[in-house]
Protein backbone atom coordinates (compact mmCIF):
# COMPACT_ATOMS: atom_id res chain seq x y z
CA UNK A 1 0.00 0.00 0.00
CA UNK A 2 1.07 3.60 -0.70
CA UNK A 3 1.54 5.86 1.90
CA UNK A 4 0.43 9.27 2.49
CA UNK A 5 4.30 10.92 2.07
CA UNK A 6 5.00 8.73 -1.09
CA UNK A 7 1.84 10.39 -3.23
CA UNK A 8 3.02 12.13 -5.73
CA UNK A 9 0.84 15.10 -4.90
CA UNK A 10 2.74 16.09 -1.78
CA UNK A 11 5.47 17.35 -3.60
CA UNK A 12 3.05 20.07 -4.49
CA UNK A 13 1.02 20.03 -1.38
CA UNK A 14 2.89 18.78 1.76
CA UNK A 15 6.36 21.22 1.88
CA UNK A 16 6.75 23.98 4.65
CA UNK A 17 8.42 25.99 1.93
CA UNK A 18 7.75 29.28 0.23
CA UNK A 19 6.34 26.89 -2.59
CA UNK A 20 4.55 24.85 -0.80
CA UNK A 21 2.62 27.81 1.12
CA UNK A 22 1.49 29.13 -2.15
CA UNK A 23 0.00 25.80 -3.77
CA UNK A 24 -2.02 25.48 -0.74
CA UNK A 25 -3.08 29.54 -0.74
CA UNK A 26 -4.01 29.12 -4.22
CA UNK A 27 -6.28 25.90 -3.77
CA UNK A 28 -7.40 27.96 -1.04
CA UNK A 29 -8.38 30.87 -3.17
CA UNK A 30 -11.05 28.26 -5.23
CA UNK A 31 -12.58 27.94 -1.86
CA UNK A 32 -11.56 24.38 -1.01
CA UNK A 33 -10.26 23.95 2.48
CA UNK A 34 -6.71 23.09 3.95
CA UNK A 35 -8.59 19.72 5.56
CA UNK A 36 -10.02 19.36 2.03
CA UNK A 37 -6.52 18.38 0.23
CA UNK A 38 -4.57 17.71 3.22
CA UNK A 39 -3.13 14.03 3.19
CA UNK A 40 -5.37 12.74 0.35
CA UNK A 41 -5.31 11.32 -3.24
CA UNK A 42 -5.78 13.92 -5.45
CA UNK A 43 -7.76 12.30 -8.51
CA UNK A 44 -7.80 14.39 -11.96
CA UNK A 45 -11.24 13.72 -13.73
CA UNK A 46 -10.08 14.38 -17.58
CA UNK A 47 -13.03 15.21 -18.94
CA UNK A 48 -13.52 15.77 -22.78
CA UNK A 49 -17.05 17.23 -22.35
CA UNK A 50 -17.71 19.96 -24.71
CA UNK A 51 -20.56 21.70 -26.22
CA UNK A 52 -20.40 20.76 -29.80
CA UNK A 53 -18.74 17.03 -29.16
CA UNK A 54 -22.25 15.79 -29.24
CA UNK A 55 -21.36 12.33 -28.37
CA UNK A 56 -19.93 13.82 -24.94
CA UNK A 57 -22.45 16.67 -24.12
CA UNK A 58 -23.87 14.31 -20.91
CA UNK A 59 -20.56 14.26 -19.45
CA UNK A 60 -20.38 17.37 -17.76
CA UNK A 61 -23.15 16.45 -15.31
CA UNK A 62 -21.91 13.18 -15.15
CA UNK A 63 -18.20 14.34 -13.51
CA UNK A 64 -20.25 15.38 -10.81
CA UNK A 65 -20.88 11.84 -10.10
CA UNK A 66 -17.41 10.94 -10.18
CA UNK A 67 -16.62 14.17 -7.78
CA UNK A 68 -18.74 12.30 -5.60
CA UNK A 69 -17.39 8.96 -5.85
CA UNK A 70 -13.88 10.04 -5.32
CA UNK A 71 -15.01 12.24 -1.94
CA UNK A 72 -16.52 9.10 -0.72
CA UNK A 73 -13.66 7.09 -1.06
CA UNK A 74 -11.05 9.64 0.13
CA UNK A 75 -9.99 11.62 -2.19
CA UNK A 76 -9.37 15.09 -3.67
CA UNK A 77 -10.93 15.65 -7.21
CA UNK A 78 -9.85 18.14 -9.91
CA UNK A 79 -11.41 18.15 -12.81
CA UNK A 80 -9.10 18.90 -15.58
CA UNK A 81 -10.92 19.60 -19.56
CA UNK A 82 -9.19 18.31 -22.65
CA UNK A 83 -10.10 18.62 -26.17
CA UNK A 84 -12.78 17.49 -27.22
CA UNK A 85 -12.45 14.97 -30.43
CA UNK A 86 -15.91 14.97 -31.46
CA UNK A 87 -16.81 13.42 -35.02
CA UNK A 88 -18.23 14.37 -37.29
CA UNK A 89 -17.84 18.52 -36.37
CA UNK A 90 -13.72 18.48 -36.41
CA UNK A 91 -11.94 19.19 -39.88
CA UNK A 92 -10.30 18.17 -41.45
CA UNK A 93 -10.81 14.76 -39.35
CA UNK A 94 -10.41 13.97 -35.19
CA UNK A 95 -7.97 11.74 -36.44
CA UNK A 96 -5.23 14.26 -36.82
CA UNK A 97 -5.84 15.49 -33.43
CA UNK A 98 -5.81 12.11 -31.73
CA UNK A 99 -2.15 12.36 -30.83
CA UNK A 100 -2.92 16.25 -29.70
CA UNK A 101 -5.38 14.71 -27.04
CA UNK A 102 -2.78 12.15 -26.08
CA UNK A 103 -0.12 14.50 -25.59
CA UNK A 104 -2.19 16.74 -23.40
CA UNK A 105 -3.39 13.90 -21.57
CA UNK A 106 0.00 13.22 -20.51
CA UNK A 107 1.19 16.77 -19.80
CA UNK A 108 -1.66 17.46 -17.64
CA UNK A 109 -1.16 14.37 -15.53
CA UNK A 110 2.79 15.44 -15.36
CA UNK A 111 2.69 19.33 -14.98
CA UNK A 112 0.16 18.93 -12.05
CA UNK A 113 -0.38 17.50 -8.06
CA UNK A 114 -1.89 14.42 -9.71
CA UNK A 115 -1.91 11.05 -7.85
CA UNK A 116 -4.43 9.06 -10.16
CA UNK A 117 -6.85 9.95 -12.77
CA UNK A 118 -10.59 9.48 -14.09
CA UNK A 119 -10.30 9.37 -18.06
CA UNK A 120 -13.97 10.80 -19.02
CA UNK A 121 -14.62 10.07 -22.89
CA UNK A 122 -15.61 7.52 -25.53
CA UNK A 123 -15.57 9.03 -29.08
CA UNK A 124 -13.76 7.64 -32.03
CA UNK A 125 -10.27 9.07 -30.97
CA UNK A 126 -10.97 9.92 -27.33
CA UNK A 127 -10.65 6.40 -26.07
CA UNK A 128 -7.23 6.20 -27.42
CA UNK A 129 -6.27 9.55 -27.10
CA UNK A 130 -7.11 9.82 -23.62
CA UNK A 131 -5.47 6.21 -23.18
CA UNK A 132 -2.63 6.84 -24.62
CA UNK A 133 -1.50 10.04 -23.01
CA UNK A 134 -2.28 7.86 -19.45
CA UNK A 135 -0.08 4.68 -20.56
CA UNK A 136 2.95 7.21 -21.16
CA UNK A 137 2.10 9.23 -17.78
CA UNK A 138 1.79 5.39 -16.04
CA UNK A 139 -0.27 6.66 -13.13
CA UNK A 140 -2.99 4.49 -11.82
CA UNK A 141 -6.22 5.62 -13.80
CA UNK A 142 -9.85 4.54 -14.83
CA UNK A 143 -11.18 4.74 -18.05
CA UNK A 144 -15.23 5.73 -18.62
CA UNK A 145 -17.09 5.26 -21.74
CA UNK A 146 -19.69 7.62 -22.37
CA UNK A 147 -21.60 4.90 -23.91
CA UNK A 148 -23.84 4.84 -26.88
CA UNK A 149 -27.17 6.46 -28.02
CA UNK A 150 -30.71 4.64 -27.88
CA UNK A 151 -32.36 2.85 -30.50
CA UNK A 152 -33.25 5.08 -33.44
CA UNK A 153 -36.28 4.43 -35.83
CA UNK A 154 -37.52 5.83 -39.17
CA UNK A 155 -40.97 4.59 -40.68
CA UNK A 156 -41.13 1.68 -38.29
CA UNK A 157 -36.91 0.71 -39.73
CA UNK A 158 -34.01 0.16 -37.03
CA UNK A 159 -31.99 2.93 -38.36
CA UNK A 160 -27.73 3.28 -37.24
CA UNK A 161 -26.24 6.15 -36.40
CA UNK A 162 -23.48 6.49 -39.84
CA UNK A 163 -24.61 3.20 -41.41
CA UNK A 164 -27.85 4.80 -42.53
CA UNK A 165 -26.37 8.46 -43.39
CA UNK A 166 -24.40 6.43 -46.10
CA UNK A 167 -26.99 4.16 -47.40
CA UNK A 168 -29.91 7.06 -47.12
CA UNK A 169 -27.67 9.66 -49.11
CA UNK A 170 -26.66 6.93 -51.72
CA UNK A 171 -30.27 6.82 -52.40
CA UNK A 172 -30.94 10.49 -52.34
CA UNK A 173 -28.37 11.13 -54.46
CA UNK A 174 -30.02 8.47 -57.01
CA UNK A 175 -33.15 10.30 -56.91
CA UNK A 176 -35.08 7.99 -54.35
CA UNK A 177 -35.51 9.82 -51.46
CA UNK A 178 -37.50 12.74 -51.67
CA UNK A 179 -36.79 15.94 -49.54
CA UNK A 180 -39.26 15.31 -46.90
CA UNK A 181 -38.18 12.10 -46.01
CA UNK A 182 -34.17 13.10 -46.11
CA UNK A 183 -35.32 16.23 -43.86
CA UNK A 184 -37.12 14.00 -41.04
CA UNK A 185 -34.32 11.46 -40.85
CA UNK A 186 -31.96 14.36 -40.13
CA UNK A 187 -33.77 14.49 -36.55
CA UNK A 188 -34.68 10.75 -36.24
CA UNK A 189 -30.86 9.70 -36.59
CA UNK A 190 -29.51 10.29 -32.98
CA UNK A 191 -32.23 10.01 -30.26
CA UNK A 192 -30.57 10.84 -27.23
CA UNK A 193 -26.75 11.69 -26.10
CA UNK A 194 -23.83 9.24 -26.19
CA UNK A 195 -21.80 8.02 -29.15
CA UNK A 196 -22.89 6.47 -32.20
CA UNK A 197 -25.46 3.64 -31.65
CA UNK A 198 -23.84 1.02 -34.04
CA UNK A 199 -20.61 -1.21 -33.93
CA UNK A 200 -18.15 2.35 -34.97
CA UNK A 201 -15.42 3.25 -33.98
CA UNK A 202 -16.46 4.12 -30.65
CA UNK A 203 -18.06 1.50 -29.34
CA UNK A 204 -15.15 -0.68 -30.89
CA UNK A 205 -12.26 1.15 -28.85
CA UNK A 206 -14.69 1.27 -25.62
CA UNK A 207 -14.79 -2.44 -25.90
CA UNK A 208 -11.09 -2.44 -26.15
CA UNK A 209 -10.61 0.10 -23.29
CA UNK A 210 -12.55 -2.57 -21.15
CA UNK A 211 -10.63 -5.58 -22.69
CA UNK A 212 -7.34 -4.08 -21.87
CA UNK A 213 -8.78 -4.35 -18.40
CA UNK A 214 -9.08 0.07 -18.26
CA UNK A 215 -12.73 0.18 -17.11
CA UNK A 216 -15.04 -1.24 -14.40
CA UNK A 217 -16.41 -4.94 -15.75
CA UNK A 218 -19.73 -4.02 -18.09
CA UNK A 219 -19.24 -0.44 -18.47
CA UNK A 220 -18.63 -0.60 -22.10
CA UNK A 221 -22.34 -1.64 -22.69
CA UNK A 222 -24.30 0.40 -21.32
CA UNK A 223 -25.95 3.06 -23.01
CA UNK A 224 -25.33 6.74 -21.93
CA UNK A 225 -28.95 7.57 -20.87
CA UNK A 226 -29.46 4.25 -18.86
CA UNK A 227 -29.61 5.53 -14.93
CA UNK A 228 -26.67 2.76 -14.74
CA UNK A 229 -24.35 5.31 -16.08
CA UNK A 230 -24.29 7.62 -13.37
CA UNK A 231 -23.98 5.12 -11.28
CA UNK A 232 -21.25 3.42 -12.72
CA UNK A 233 -19.51 6.70 -13.14
CA UNK A 234 -19.27 7.03 -9.49
CA UNK A 235 -18.40 3.92 -8.40
CA UNK A 236 -14.93 4.77 -11.10
CA UNK A 237 -14.46 7.60 -8.93
CA UNK A 238 -14.26 5.10 -5.44
CA UNK A 239 -11.76 2.96 -7.93
CA UNK A 240 -9.59 5.76 -9.12
CA UNK A 241 -8.75 6.02 -5.09
CA UNK A 242 -8.27 2.40 -4.21
CA UNK A 243 -6.29 2.75 -7.12
CA UNK A 244 -3.75 5.21 -5.96
CA UNK A 245 -3.66 3.71 -2.52
CA UNK A 246 -2.83 -0.01 -4.16
CA UNK A 247 -0.23 2.03 -6.52
CA UNK A 248 -1.60 -0.05 -9.30
CA UNK A 249 -0.61 1.54 -13.06
CA UNK A 250 -1.91 0.59 -16.55
CA UNK A 251 1.72 -0.84 -17.08
CA UNK A 252 0.64 -3.14 -14.19
CA UNK A 253 -2.69 -4.18 -15.84
CA UNK A 254 -2.04 -3.83 -19.53
CA UNK A 255 0.43 -6.41 -21.15
CA UNK A 256 0.42 -7.58 -25.30
CA UNK A 257 -1.93 -11.04 -23.78
CA UNK A 258 -4.17 -7.77 -23.21
CA UNK A 259 -3.57 -6.65 -26.67
CA UNK A 260 -4.14 -9.72 -28.21
CA UNK A 261 -7.70 -10.88 -26.38
CA UNK A 262 -8.75 -7.11 -27.35
CA UNK A 263 -7.89 -7.85 -31.39
CA UNK A 264 -9.95 -11.02 -30.67
CA UNK A 265 -12.76 -8.79 -29.23
CA UNK A 266 -12.57 -6.77 -32.17
CA UNK A 267 -12.81 -9.76 -34.26
CA UNK A 268 -15.74 -11.00 -32.33
CA UNK A 269 -17.83 -7.75 -32.22
CA UNK A 270 -17.58 -7.42 -36.19
CA UNK A 271 -15.28 -3.87 -35.31
CA UNK A 272 -14.06 -1.10 -36.99
CA UNK A 273 -11.04 -1.33 -38.94
CA UNK A 274 -9.99 1.86 -37.21
CA UNK A 275 -8.81 -0.23 -34.48
CA UNK A 276 -5.79 -1.16 -36.89
CA UNK A 277 -4.33 2.00 -36.19
CA UNK A 278 -5.74 2.83 -32.53
CA UNK A 279 -4.10 -0.50 -31.10
CA UNK A 280 -0.71 -0.47 -32.23
CA UNK A 281 -0.45 3.30 -30.83
CA UNK A 282 -1.72 2.41 -27.47
CA UNK A 283 0.83 -0.54 -27.58
CA UNK A 284 3.49 1.60 -28.54
CA UNK A 285 3.30 3.92 -25.41
CA UNK A 286 3.46 0.91 -23.60
CA UNK A 287 6.56 -0.38 -25.48
CA UNK A 288 4.40 -3.23 -26.86
CA UNK A 289 4.93 -4.17 -30.36
CA UNK A 290 1.67 -5.11 -32.36
CA UNK A 291 2.57 -6.19 -35.71
CA UNK A 292 -0.44 -5.61 -38.46
CA UNK A 293 0.00 -9.45 -39.24
CA UNK A 294 -1.23 -10.41 -35.96
CA UNK A 295 -4.46 -10.08 -37.15
CA UNK A 296 -3.68 -13.06 -39.55
CA UNK A 297 -3.05 -15.02 -36.57
CA UNK A 298 -6.35 -14.72 -34.66
CA UNK A 299 -8.83 -14.22 -37.29
CA UNK A 300 -9.35 -17.37 -38.39
CA UNK A 301 -10.23 -18.99 -35.05
CA UNK A 302 -12.74 -16.11 -33.88
CA UNK A 303 -16.16 -15.90 -36.37
CA UNK A 304 -18.69 -13.04 -35.87
CA UNK A 305 -20.79 -12.92 -33.29
CA UNK A 306 -21.95 -9.82 -32.73
CA UNK A 307 -25.26 -9.24 -35.33
CA UNK A 308 -24.92 -5.12 -34.71
CA UNK A 309 -24.65 -3.29 -37.70
CA UNK A 310 -23.27 -1.93 -39.82
CA UNK A 311 -22.45 -5.93 -40.13
CA UNK A 312 -25.81 -6.99 -38.45
CA UNK A 313 -28.94 -5.84 -37.61
CA UNK A 314 -29.51 -4.51 -34.20
CA UNK A 315 -28.24 -1.77 -32.25
CA UNK A 316 -26.37 -1.20 -29.13
CA UNK A 317 -29.24 -0.32 -27.12
CA UNK A 318 -29.75 -4.61 -28.02
CA UNK A 319 -26.57 -5.50 -27.59
CA UNK A 320 -26.96 -4.27 -23.90
CA UNK A 321 -29.80 -5.72 -23.04
CA UNK A 322 -28.78 -8.82 -24.52
CA UNK A 323 -26.14 -9.35 -21.96
CA UNK A 324 -23.07 -6.65 -23.44
CA UNK A 325 -19.33 -7.09 -24.23
CA UNK A 326 -19.60 -9.32 -20.65
CA UNK A 327 -21.52 -12.33 -22.76
CA UNK A 328 -19.94 -11.72 -25.90
CA UNK A 329 -16.36 -12.19 -23.89
CA UNK A 330 -17.64 -15.23 -22.68
CA UNK A 331 -18.77 -16.92 -25.77
CA UNK A 332 -15.01 -16.82 -27.22
CA UNK A 333 -13.08 -17.42 -23.69
CA UNK A 334 -11.62 -20.19 -24.69
CA UNK A 335 -9.61 -17.71 -27.00
CA UNK A 336 -9.12 -15.38 -25.03
CA UNK A 337 -6.04 -15.16 -22.41
CA UNK A 338 -8.13 -15.24 -19.45
CA UNK A 339 -5.48 -14.51 -16.60
CA UNK A 340 -4.89 -10.83 -17.69
CA UNK A 341 -6.01 -8.35 -14.63
CA UNK A 342 -8.23 -5.74 -14.81
CA UNK A 343 -8.36 -2.28 -13.43
CA UNK A 344 -10.97 -3.62 -10.28
CA UNK A 345 -8.42 -6.29 -9.05
CA UNK A 346 -9.76 -9.31 -10.79
CA UNK A 347 -8.90 -11.14 -14.19
CA UNK A 348 -10.91 -10.66 -17.35
CA UNK A 349 -11.97 -14.74 -16.84
CA UNK A 350 -13.20 -13.45 -13.56
CA UNK A 351 -15.09 -10.85 -14.65
CA UNK A 352 -16.96 -12.50 -17.53
CA UNK A 353 -17.74 -16.05 -15.91
CA UNK A 354 -20.79 -15.59 -14.85
CA UNK A 355 -21.79 -13.42 -17.91
CA UNK A 356 -25.49 -14.76 -19.44
CA UNK A 357 -26.72 -14.22 -23.16
CA UNK A 358 -30.28 -13.47 -22.96
CA UNK A 359 -30.63 -12.43 -26.55
CA UNK A 360 -29.45 -14.75 -28.80
CA UNK A 361 -29.98 -13.35 -32.01
CA UNK A 362 -28.14 -10.07 -31.41
CA UNK A 363 -24.93 -11.94 -29.50
CA UNK A 364 -24.80 -15.10 -31.13
CA UNK A 365 -23.03 -18.13 -29.65
CA UNK A 366 -20.00 -19.95 -31.60
CA UNK A 367 -21.99 -22.40 -33.36
CA UNK A 368 -24.61 -19.95 -34.85
CA UNK A 369 -22.22 -17.49 -35.89
CA UNK A 370 -23.29 -14.43 -38.20
CA UNK A 371 -20.46 -14.78 -39.86
CA UNK A 372 -17.06 -17.30 -40.32
CA UNK A 373 -15.43 -14.37 -42.54
CA UNK A 374 -12.74 -12.89 -40.41
CA UNK A 375 -13.74 -9.39 -39.40
CA UNK A 376 -10.72 -7.68 -40.61
CA UNK A 377 -7.91 -9.33 -42.84
CA UNK A 378 -4.63 -7.86 -43.58
CA UNK A 379 -3.65 -7.40 -47.74
CA UNK A 380 -0.38 -7.59 -49.04
CA UNK A 381 1.23 -7.07 -52.68
CA UNK A 382 3.14 -5.01 -54.88
CA UNK A 383 0.73 -2.09 -54.41
CA UNK A 384 0.36 -2.33 -50.30
CA UNK A 385 4.44 -3.78 -49.08
CA UNK A 386 3.58 -2.93 -45.54
CA UNK A 387 0.11 -3.79 -45.47
CA UNK A 388 -3.18 -3.02 -46.14
CA UNK A 389 -7.13 -3.61 -44.27
CA UNK A 390 -10.07 -4.83 -45.91
CA UNK A 391 -13.56 -5.70 -43.53
CA UNK A 392 -14.50 -9.03 -45.52
CA UNK A 393 -17.88 -8.95 -43.05
CA UNK A 394 -19.16 -5.20 -44.19
CA UNK A 395 -18.14 -6.25 -47.24
CA UNK A 396 -19.38 -7.70 -50.55
CA UNK A 397 -19.08 -11.23 -51.57
CA UNK A 398 -18.90 -10.99 -55.30
CA UNK A 399 -15.76 -8.14 -54.98
CA UNK A 400 -13.66 -10.26 -52.25
CA UNK A 401 -11.93 -11.75 -55.83
CA UNK A 402 -11.91 -9.37 -58.09
CA UNK A 403 -9.94 -7.48 -61.05
CA UNK A 404 -10.86 -4.28 -62.86
CA UNK A 405 -9.62 -1.10 -64.46
CA UNK A 406 -8.65 2.01 -61.66
CA UNK A 407 -10.02 4.79 -61.70
CA UNK A 408 -8.23 7.43 -60.00
CA UNK A 409 -8.56 10.62 -57.86
CA UNK A 410 -5.47 12.25 -56.68
CA UNK A 411 -6.95 13.65 -54.12
CA UNK A 412 -10.31 14.18 -52.27
CA UNK A 413 -10.69 17.67 -54.13
CA UNK A 414 -11.09 15.73 -57.22
CA UNK A 415 -12.88 12.89 -55.88
CA UNK A 416 -15.45 15.65 -55.17
CA UNK A 417 -15.12 17.14 -58.23
CA UNK A 418 -15.39 14.64 -60.82
CA UNK A 419 -17.59 11.38 -59.11
CA UNK A 420 -21.18 12.38 -60.54
CA UNK A 421 -19.97 13.78 -63.69
CA UNK A 422 -22.41 11.88 -66.03
CA UNK A 423 -19.18 11.48 -68.47
CA UNK A 424 -17.04 10.19 -65.94
CA UNK A 425 -15.74 6.85 -67.59
CA UNK A 426 -16.37 4.58 -65.47
CA UNK A 427 -18.59 0.97 -64.71
CA UNK A 428 -19.61 -1.52 -61.97
CA UNK A 429 -16.05 -3.45 -62.91
CA UNK A 430 -13.56 -0.18 -62.28
CA UNK A 431 -11.20 0.01 -58.73
CA UNK A 432 -12.28 3.60 -57.72
CA UNK A 433 -8.87 4.68 -56.51
CA UNK A 434 -8.12 7.57 -53.97
CA UNK A 435 -4.71 8.84 -53.79
CA UNK A 436 -2.99 11.33 -50.75
CA UNK A 437 -5.42 10.40 -48.17
CA UNK A 438 -3.30 9.15 -45.50
CA UNK A 439 -1.55 10.44 -42.18
CA UNK A 440 0.97 12.67 -44.08
CA UNK A 441 -1.47 13.22 -47.54
CA UNK A 442 -4.88 13.92 -45.83
CA UNK A 443 -3.03 15.25 -43.55
CA UNK A 444 -4.45 13.01 -40.52
CA UNK A 445 -5.94 9.80 -42.56
CA UNK A 446 -9.52 11.01 -42.73
CA UNK A 447 -12.34 8.48 -42.88
CA UNK A 448 -12.74 8.74 -46.74
CA UNK A 449 -12.01 5.66 -47.60
CA UNK A 450 -15.73 4.57 -48.06
CA UNK A 451 -15.77 6.63 -51.86
CA UNK A 452 -19.21 7.36 -53.05
CA UNK A 453 -20.44 5.41 -55.67
CA UNK A 454 -20.56 7.55 -59.20
CA UNK A 455 -23.64 9.08 -59.42
CA UNK A 456 -24.14 7.21 -62.90
CA UNK A 457 -23.87 4.29 -61.87
CA UNK A 458 -26.18 4.74 -58.85
CA UNK A 459 -28.89 5.22 -60.82
CA UNK A 460 -28.17 1.82 -62.76
CA UNK A 461 -28.99 0.42 -59.00
CA UNK A 462 -25.04 0.13 -58.27
CA UNK A 463 -24.72 -0.26 -54.86
CA UNK A 464 -20.79 -1.23 -53.90
CA UNK A 465 -18.02 -1.55 -55.76
CA UNK A 466 -13.75 -1.99 -54.92
CA UNK A 467 -12.32 0.88 -53.36
CA UNK A 468 -8.91 1.24 -52.39
CA UNK A 469 -7.09 4.21 -50.76
CA UNK A 470 -4.48 4.80 -47.86
CA UNK A 471 -7.73 6.63 -46.22
CA UNK A 472 -9.29 4.96 -43.01
CA UNK A 473 -13.09 4.49 -42.99
CA UNK A 474 -15.85 5.13 -40.78
CA UNK A 475 -16.80 2.20 -38.52
CA UNK A 476 -20.32 2.79 -38.84
CA UNK A 477 -19.73 2.46 -42.32
CA UNK A 478 -19.77 -0.45 -45.54
CA UNK A 479 -18.62 -1.64 -48.78
CA UNK A 480 -15.65 -3.28 -50.32
CA UNK A 481 -12.60 -1.03 -49.62
CA UNK A 482 -9.18 -1.46 -49.19
CA UNK A 483 -7.87 0.65 -45.99
CA UNK A 484 -4.82 1.89 -44.99
CA UNK A 485 -2.58 1.56 -47.65
CA UNK A 486 1.46 1.41 -46.56
CA UNK A 487 3.13 3.15 -47.47
CA UNK A 488 1.26 6.03 -48.27
CA UNK A 489 1.09 7.93 -51.83
CA UNK A 490 1.86 11.21 -50.22
CA UNK A 491 5.48 9.81 -49.15
CA UNK A 492 5.73 7.58 -52.44
CA UNK A 493 3.98 4.49 -52.12
CA UNK A 494 3.30 2.38 -55.14
CA UNK A 495 -0.42 3.87 -54.72
CA UNK A 496 0.89 7.54 -55.82
CA UNK A 497 2.20 5.07 -58.88
CA UNK A 498 -1.39 4.00 -60.15
CA UNK A 499 -2.78 5.15 -62.97
CA UNK A 500 -6.54 5.31 -64.84
CA UNK A 501 -6.84 2.06 -66.43
CA UNK A 502 -4.15 -0.06 -64.81
CA UNK A 503 -5.38 -3.60 -63.77
CA UNK A 504 -6.11 -4.08 -60.09
CA UNK A 505 -6.44 -7.27 -58.32
CA UNK A 506 -8.31 -7.88 -55.20
CA UNK A 507 -7.49 -11.88 -53.69
CA UNK A 508 -9.09 -12.27 -50.18
CA UNK A 509 -8.16 -15.97 -49.86
CA UNK A 510 -4.96 -15.04 -51.31
CA UNK A 511 -4.32 -12.16 -48.95
CA UNK A 512 -3.46 -10.01 -51.95
CA UNK A 513 -3.53 -6.95 -53.44
CA UNK A 514 -2.13 -6.66 -56.72
CA UNK A 515 -1.62 -3.96 -59.19
CA UNK A 516 -0.96 -5.54 -62.81
CA UNK A 517 1.94 -3.73 -64.18
CA UNK A 518 5.38 -4.52 -64.82
CA UNK A 519 7.94 -3.84 -62.14
CA UNK A 520 10.23 -1.79 -65.15
CA UNK A 521 7.02 0.31 -66.00
CA UNK A 522 6.41 1.26 -62.06
CA UNK A 523 10.11 1.98 -61.59
CA UNK A 524 9.75 4.72 -64.41
CA UNK A 525 6.60 6.57 -62.76
CA UNK A 526 8.69 6.24 -59.63
CA UNK A 527 11.50 8.13 -60.93
CA UNK A 528 9.30 10.69 -63.11
CA UNK A 529 7.53 11.26 -59.84
CA UNK A 530 10.34 11.82 -57.92
CA UNK A 531 11.66 14.12 -60.56
CA UNK A 532 8.02 16.27 -60.86
CA UNK A 533 8.24 16.61 -57.08
CA UNK A 534 11.58 18.28 -57.23
CA UNK A 535 10.72 20.25 -59.75
CA UNK A 536 8.05 21.49 -57.66
CA UNK A 537 10.15 22.43 -55.20
CA UNK A 538 8.05 20.47 -52.52
CA UNK A 539 4.44 21.49 -50.97
CA UNK A 540 3.10 24.57 -52.13
CA UNK A 541 0.58 24.38 -49.23
CA UNK A 542 2.58 26.16 -45.82
CA UNK A 543 1.82 24.34 -42.58
CA UNK A 544 2.01 26.23 -39.68
CA UNK A 545 1.45 24.75 -35.87
CA UNK A 546 0.81 21.29 -34.71
CA UNK A 547 0.01 20.48 -38.38
CA UNK A 548 3.02 21.61 -38.97
CA UNK A 549 4.43 19.44 -36.42
CA UNK A 550 2.29 16.16 -37.01
CA UNK A 551 3.20 15.94 -40.92
CA UNK A 552 7.00 16.29 -39.52
CA UNK A 553 6.56 13.33 -37.00
CA UNK A 554 3.97 11.21 -38.13
CA UNK A 555 4.28 7.36 -38.38
CA UNK A 556 2.59 4.98 -41.23
CA UNK A 557 -0.54 3.87 -40.27
CA UNK A 558 0.68 -0.13 -39.67
CA UNK A 559 2.69 1.29 -37.10
CA UNK A 560 -0.34 3.42 -35.44
CA UNK A 561 0.09 7.01 -36.86
CA UNK A 562 1.94 7.87 -33.82
CA UNK A 563 3.81 10.43 -33.36
CA UNK A 564 7.70 8.99 -33.52
CA UNK A 565 8.79 11.12 -29.96
CA UNK A 566 6.27 9.95 -28.15
CA UNK A 567 6.26 6.02 -28.70
CA UNK A 568 7.64 3.97 -26.24
CA UNK A 569 7.44 3.31 -22.57
CA UNK A 570 10.36 5.66 -21.03
CA UNK A 571 8.69 7.34 -17.89
CA UNK A 572 7.37 10.81 -18.64
CA UNK A 573 9.97 13.13 -16.69
CA UNK A 574 8.48 14.84 -13.33
CA UNK A 575 8.88 18.15 -12.46
CA UNK A 576 12.08 18.99 -10.73
CA UNK A 577 11.17 22.82 -10.04
CA UNK A 578 9.18 23.44 -6.69
Same mark, same amino acid.
Given at each position: ???????????? *? +? %???????????????? @????????????????????? $?? &??????????????????????? %???????????????? &???????????????????????????? @?????????????????? $???????????????????????????????????????????? $??????????????????? !?????????? *??? &??? /???????????????? &??????????????????????????????????????????? =??????? /??????????????????? %???????? #??????????? #????????????????????????????????? !?????????????? #????????????????????????????????????? +?? =????????? +???????????????????????? @?????????????????????????????????????????????? %?????? /??? #????? @??????????????????????????????????????????????????????????????????? /????????? $??
Amino acid at each position: MKSVESLRSQRW *L +A %PDTMRGYSHRARLQQT @GYRREDFAQRPVIAIVNTWSD $IS &TCHVHLRERASKVREGIIRAGGF %PLELPAMSLGEVMVKP &TTMLYRNFLAMEVEELLRSHPVDGAVLM @GGCDKTTPGLLMGAFSMN $IPAVYIPAGATGNAYFKGEKIGTGTHTAKFWAERRAGRLNDQDW $IAIESAMTRTVGTCNTMGT !ASTMTAVAEV *LGM &TLP /GAQSIPAADSAHPRMC &TEAGELAVQLVWQDRCPSQIVSLASFRNAMRCVLALGGSTNAC =VHLPAMA /GRLGIDLPLQLWESLNQTI %PLLANLMP #AGAHLMEDFYR #AGGLQALLAQISEQLELETPTVNGKTLGQNISA !AVIYDTDVIRTVQT #ALSREPAIAVLTGNLAPDGAIIKPTAASAQLLHHRGP +AL =VFKNHADLS +ARIDDPNLNVSAQSVLVLQNAGPV @GGPGMPEWGNLPIPKKLLAQGVRDMLRISDARMSGTHFGTCVLHVC %PESAIG /GPL #ALVQD @GDEIELNLTARSLTLRVAAEVLQQRREKLIQDQQDKGGSSTKQRGYTALYKRHVQQAHLGADLDFLT /GSDASPEPD $IF
